[in-house]
């Protein structure tokens, strides 16, 4: 069936197989890091694999989509779905995080006390773990996780804080610039948000450098590890995530592809980027500074 064909106010597109591709590049990815995580050398091929069928599902399916925009073959009830569509693929990504929040919450604020005698569970700890304290961050009872320093708030976290808060208004900008049909500004908005992102991830790799060699704070450093490297680890894909999209929407930009009233690509991803923003604030509060 044509892209171009409709059924009622509907689109109806052509039949695709990225959503597979997506499939197996997810499959092949994460099987490859079970099997490197678990020392089988073919592990990390298996990942190399994966992510590169990845990169190009993303190219295939944004060439596809750009076309289909290009095209003429969205209307105002296309729009729509795009929109609901973004709002819910963000009220997910929400949630997701908060599982993990909710996870650093019940360890730090339940099981802790428990653990440390306090509670109706407390009678527990003498049987459980001799000598445990309730003191946070924790390695795990029995010094299982190893000395270790926890990461401070203050240096690279902060200066992360404002490269993301400076990352938003850079995107504001660029939007602005659209509306006002002023091509430099939105190309030069969005050259920096970019920047600015990349900036994010090369600062936090060398803080994650720095934790396992300077400091001893590795996944299996009990529960402060396993959150820590969880929640930032996330977030840093989503940075990058983020900082793929906005690099398909500046080469869009550069083509002229949006005007002031046809510009939902660009929306949807600053929505995103906003999003990315909002969550670190809530993990420079509660996994870098409490």
């Not at 099997?35 to 992510?51: C, K, Q, Y």
């Amino acid at each position: 069936m044509s892209a171009k064909e409709h059924s009622g106010d509907y689109f109806i597109p052509d039949p695709s197989p990225w959503p597979i591709i997506g499939m197996f590049s997810l499959l092949i990815t994460l099987f490859g890091g079970a099997l490197a995580m678990n020392g089988v050398s073919i592990g990390n091929f298996l990942v190399v694999a994966g992510l590169l069928m990845f990169f190009y599902l993303l190219y295939g399916w944004f060439r596809d989509v750009i076309k289909e925009n290009l095209s003429d073959c969205y209307n105002r009830q296309v729009d729509t779905s795009f929109r609901m569509g973004m709002f819910w693929f963000i009220a997910s990504e929400v949630f997701f995080f908060l599982s993990f929040f909710g996870a650093l919450y019940y360890i730090r604020n339940i099981a802790l006390p428990w653990l440390g005698g306090d509670g109706y569970l407390g009678v527990t700890n003498e049987i459980l773990y001799h000598g445990f304290e309730n003191a946070w961050p924790s390695h795990g009872p029995g010094e299982l996780g190893g000395d270790f320093k926890p990461m401070g708030a203050w240096g690279i976290p902060a200066i992360n804080t404002l490269i993301l808060l400076t990352s938003g208004a850079t995107i504001t900008w660029a939007h602005w610039g659209l509306k006002l049909d002023n091509q430099k500004q939105l190309v030069n908005g969005l050259i920096a948000t970019i920047a600015l992102g990349v900036f994010f991830v090369i600062l936090q790799a060398y803080e994650y450098g720095h934790a396992y060699q300077e400091l001893n704070l590795t996944l299996e450093t009990g529960a402060y590890g396993s959150t820590f490297y969880m929640l930032t680890g996330f977030h840093g894909f989503h940075v990058t995530m983020g900082a793929v999209m906005l690099m398909a929407i500046l080469g869009r930009s550069m083509k002229s592809h949006f005007s002031a009233h046809n510009h939902f690509a660009f929306e949807a991803v600053a929505w995103y980027w906003h999003f990315v923003d909002v969550v670190w604030l809530g993990l420079f509060v509660f996994v870098y500074w409490l």
